[in-house]
């Protein structure tokens, strides 16, 4: 196999948003301008510094898992597996897979099962260690979600979880590209998803400064180009892309949405806050731009 000669497009797509529910709903509500996000409704932040956050509205995980399963697995866990599905739905590839170790799953998520840790610890301070659910290891754990989408599609290819803050979704996307490239895999199901709208994690946030404390019209907190921005708010979701070898895409008739030409990842050695060093990112631009062999002046964002 020339492996060199290998191409990766993106096939499938999938979506649970603050915005919307699938990936026609959430792009209707993106070129409408229409925001998710709302007062914080999960738990009652009014004495909190920063009130609004981006939830999940509308969404019963039960409408898509069992709910027994459903039951064990963390919000996190939710979001990234009903967006996998409607990605492989999109995708149309067909489970059980003819070939369950040429594909494979990588996820990206900075926080994993924040909820249901917090959930139990109070458990456990309050009640003792008796009172612990014991499908609580697999709320808590960040790579429950990347084990709940190969144990659901009986996938046995390379299933790893990334962690590594905002990016972690872009990491495991680029990542599981080369996994591709090298040949170790045909299909890769690529999936990020958060769920950090909890008291603690909140709290945590807020302590560190990076929340905006804007908590009047939540539609206009989030102003990342404006002179008076405050900070950012929390979101909740999942979203997966189902990236595969462009040979095998075109045998089994695939549509491509568009291939993977380079990436880049950069460290800006910076802990968090605003940093106003822009170095950083030109130079990932421009690794990238050099990856894909093409010249800045060709891009475009039509």
Known sequence: MDNHKRRVVITGMGVVA???????????????????????THFDASTYPC??????????????????TAKRLDKFVHYSL??????????????????PYRIGVFLGTAIGGGETSE?????????????IAPYTVFGISTHSASAAISETFLFKGPNTTISSGCNSGLDACYLAYNEILMGD?????????????????????SACGVLSTQNGDPRTTVRPYDINASGMVLGEGGGTIVIEELNHAMKRGAKVYGEILGYSSINEAYV????????PMAKAFKVALEKASLNPSVMSLK
Do not use: C
């Open 51 to 68: 009130q609004v956050a981006a939830e999940v509205s509308d969404f019963d995980p039960t409408d898509y898992i069992d709910t027994k």
């Open 185 to 205: 895999a045909d299909i890769m199901i690529v999936s990020g998803a958060e769920a950090p709208i909890t008291p603690y994690i909140v709290s945590v946030f």
């Open 119 to 131: 959930i139990q610890h109070t458990i456990f301070i309050e009640k003792g260690f008796k009172r």
């Open 82 to 99: 009903v967006a996998s599905s409607l990605a492989i739905k999109d995708a149309e590839i067909k489970v059980p897979y003819k070939d």
């Open 18 to 40: 603050p915005n919307g529910i699938g990936v026609d709903n959430f792009w209707d509500s993106l070129v409408h301008g229409r925001s998710g996000v709302r007062r914080i």
């Open 272 to 279: 968090y806050g605003i940093e106003t060093d822009t170095e």
